[in-house]
């Protein structure tokens, strides 16, 4: 678990990596239990004999939304949490490109650059991550993305500026 920090020492962070997770397997049964919950049952994804056979993957690849759904574990896994937190907030993405299918059976791990943070109202802090979702040897990575979430805290700690 990484070190906690304050929410008086974000600025200095903005601009560094924060974190690098540990590796994830995306199994068969991750991909079948993610093609269960969101009713996406591609072959690509839920018949390795047919993808082995009709794809250039050679089997399986997992859903690129649930590469993307795999960072808030990762996140959970290695940036620092702000002390003063309340509740965190996922508020969108932008520049998602999935640029290498995760192979069934393939290890994945998170980074994290905070490439801003700005204070947004009284009590709420809005953090832009660059984030990259590397393949275990892979050259290229499954995807890149800008991942921005407001953390929400109580505003008597806010630290002047």
């Not at 269960?36 to 591609?42: I, P, S, V």
């Amino acid at each position: 678990m990484p070190q906690d920090i304050h929410l008086k020492d974000v600025s200095v962070l903005v601009g560094t990596e924060l974190g690098l997770s540990r590796w994830f397997t995306v199994d068969q049964t991750m991909i079948d239990r993610f093609a269960d919950a969101t009713e996406d049952h591609q072959f690509i994804h839920t018949d390795p004999v047919r993808a082995a056979a009709e794809t250039p993957f050679g089997g399986t690849i997992a859903h690129g939304f649930l590469t993307l759904s795999l960072l808030s574990a990762m996140n959970f896994d290695c940036v620092p949490r702000i002390v003063e937190q309340t509740m965190g907030i996922n508020y969108g993405f932008e520049k998602i490109r999935f640029i290498t299918p995760v192979k069934c059976g393939a290890r994945v791990r998170g980074r994290f650059v905070m490439a801003d943070a700005r204070f947004r109202g009284a009590g709420m802090l809005t953090v832009r991550y660059q984030v990259t979702v590397e393949i275990e040897n892979e050259r290229k990575p499954a995807l890149t993305a800008d991942w921005i979430t407001i953390i929400q805290f109580d505003p008597k700690d806010r630290p002047l500026q």
